[in-house]
């Protein structure tokens, strides 16, 4: 079946009791034995089982046609659950942008436990085979990357990840499986903050984890989920699901919207670069065309006249709104620097867009008053 017809119908439960259609959330905590200590109906307590993380678990895999899915309460959990998977001593390459929780992971809770790492720039295969050890273990990749879109080619990199015996995983954040099949590219796993675009609306915090195969390495991974307890509530896993529905048709006409508005700044003159890769001009275009079904709604520019005029032009806008986080159905624009904090590598003067769903012509008008001034 197709990926459209996944996203509504897959995962899901029929409530033969009532015949009810929509789905409700299964929110107890506890399910109850029958008289010889047995579980009628397999489930026992929610944080190891509950109904709806295991239908949002089933549509996940079909999204992403893989093996097996764990589900989490942020994307920063899951991100988490993959690296306490390593073990001491073992090396972690991850990208020169990755997406800065990911990194603030890689330095304050991993490199204690001594796991180590290097952050290289991934467009740069060279790169990264000279920077593989004989204890790397794992290639964490971002693409589009977070937040200058930078895309790195999945297949190479998990070439390398066998040659290395190294797992291949993929922060496929911004492409959404609609866009990005990181498991058909040879990743072994593949990684959303389902907070961004799989929610879609803003109102829910949540990652997964989505293995090719069942193996060792994601038992670590499932048996963090139960023992260690990150699990997302059943009502958000409800909420998920719901808006999993609708994503491919989202993501489609939010992408259409980010091309129009990336025209729009490209010829600006007031913006000095833009970077989103369904521009001819991006360094990562063709390589995204390949890769990718779409270029997705992400985009980052910067102006002319530094930190202060990036500042400015955030101060303008009246439609955006000044916010971090993305994928939702509303418009939203950062000042990135300012949110990373002092170990940020972004240019002072950019700044991110998240897409949404309004009007491209609304959007652009807004952005034009909002550059005009300076
Ligand atoms: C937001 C984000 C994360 C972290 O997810 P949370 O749900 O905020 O914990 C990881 N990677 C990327 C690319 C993100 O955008």
Known sequence: MKLETLAVHAGRRKDSSTGAVAQSPILSTTFERDGDGGYPHGNVYTRALN???TGLEKLLTALENGAATAAFGSGSAASLAVFQALNPGDHVIAPDDVYHGTRTQ??????????????????????????????????????????????ADIEALAAICRQAGAVCAVDSTF???????????????????????????????????????EDAFFQRIRDYQIMGGPVPAPFDCWLLQRSIATLPLRIKAQSANAQAVAEFLA??????AVHYPGLASHPGHALARRQMSGFGAMLSFQVHGGNDAAARTAARV??????????????LIEHRASVEGPF???????LRVSVGLEHPDDLIADLQQALAAD
């Open 175 to 213: 492409a959404t499986p609609v866009l990005q099949q990181p498991l058909a590219l040879g990743a072994d796993l593949v990684m959303h903050s389902t907070t961004k675009y799989l929610g879609g609306h803003s109102d829910i915090l949540s990652g997964a984890i989505i293995t090719r195969s």
């Open 318 to 331: 009246a439609l955006f709104t000044r916010a971090t986080s993305l994928g939702g159905v509303e418009s």
């Open 344 to 350: 940020s590598t972004t240019p002072k003067n950019l």
């Open 267 to 272: 010829g600006h003159p007031q913006v000095s």
């Open 106 to 151: 890689l330095r304050e809770l991993l490199a204690r436990w001594g796991v180590e790492y290097s952050l290289i720039d991934l467009t740069d295969l060279d790169a990264v085979r000279a920077a593989v050890t004989p204890k790397t273990r794992l290639i964490w990749i971002e693409t589009p990357s977070n937040p200058l879109l930078k895309v």
């Open 51 to 53: 109904p709806g993380r």
